[in-house]
């Protein structure tokens, strides 16, 4: 059984990993108490769980004696993977003195009873705290690794964009526009929703308002969901010097709990009238 989170992330129970949707290559292996705990928010998606019921639910009921040490431990481990794959860790919400409660967008991917408990798991050895920290670590290495490569991406957006560019400017002419983008940095249009609009535009082709006008158009036609996850797009409109082939070039990229940016997707539209 799999499940698309926020249509951003996707949970395969079998194998108990946590993997951006478009790229199963960024995936994180959570432990086994996590993988139980993730499948009855799930379950439960807007519902308050007690404690009472999520430690009979994820331990008890398995063979082992829960604690509320164990559960906090298993609700930092989710969000710490959550975060390092750019969702908002804040969709487990702790309800103080009562539980936890899960607030996101599910979609199942296979039909079946989300009921069944993990079947092809087996466990024969005692559960320890020993195990559960031995786990947190292995667990917050992968993190680490996973955010020091996620510091590339900012750099690594505006590269696609001047190199989309200069393919374009090569077939309509454009060349000298190309090279002067390299000393271009964003800057900020405006926010929409959860969606912060930069310009990677030199301000020498449209004026602020305009460029605005235009941004709002093509972000319209693109149909860019910004209702649930927080998002910087990239946006540049350009015009070769005949005015016959405007572009329009759009990044995308999904912002993570601490700034970071990562999930990134390229648009590129070339009017030809």
Request: aromatic share 6%; net charge neutral.
């Amino acid at each position: 059984m799999k499940y698309i989170i926020n249509n951003v992330i996707i949970f395969t129970l079998a194998i108990r990993t946590l993997s951006l949707l478009n790229d199963d290559r960024k995936s994180i292996v959570i432990s086994k108490p996590a993988s139980r705990l993730l499948m009855e928010l799930i379950k439960n998606n807007t519902t308050v769980i007690a404690r009472q019921d999520l430690l009979k639910n994820v331990w008890e009921d398995y063979g082992f004696k829960g604690s509320n040490h164990n559960l906090n431990g298993a609700v930092s481990e989710l969000r710490k993977c959550l975060e390092a794959l750019s969702l908002d860790p804040g969709i487990i919400k702790t309800i103080p003195k009562v539980g936890f409660v899960m607030t996101a967008e599910i979609m199942p991917t296979i039909s079946g009873d989300t009921s069944q408990k993990l079947e092809a798991e087996t466990e024969t050895e005692t559960e320890t705290e020993t195990e559960t920290e031995t786990e947190g670590n292995e667990v917050n290495a992968e993190l680490k690794s996973k955010k020091n490569d996620k510091k590339k991406h900012y750099a690594f957006i505006i590269l696609v964009i001047v190199l989309l560019l200069g393919v374009t400017a090569y077939l309509s002419g454009m060349n000298s526009k190309a090279s002067s983008l390299q000393s271009v940095m964003p800057l900020h249009l405006y926010t929409f929703e959860n969606c912060n609009v930069l310009s990677l535009d030199d301000r020498r082709i449209y004026s602020n308002n305009d460029l605005i006008s235009l941004a709002k158009h093509d972000l319209a036609n693109a149909n860019i969901d910004c209702s649930i996850t927080k998002k910087d797009i990239f946006y540049m409109k350009t015009i070769s010097q005949d005015k016959l082939y405007p572009s329009t070039f759009i990044a995308v990229c999904n912002v993570s709990f601490s700034g970071t940016h990562s999930h990134c997707q390229n648009i590129k539209k070339i009017n030809r009238n």
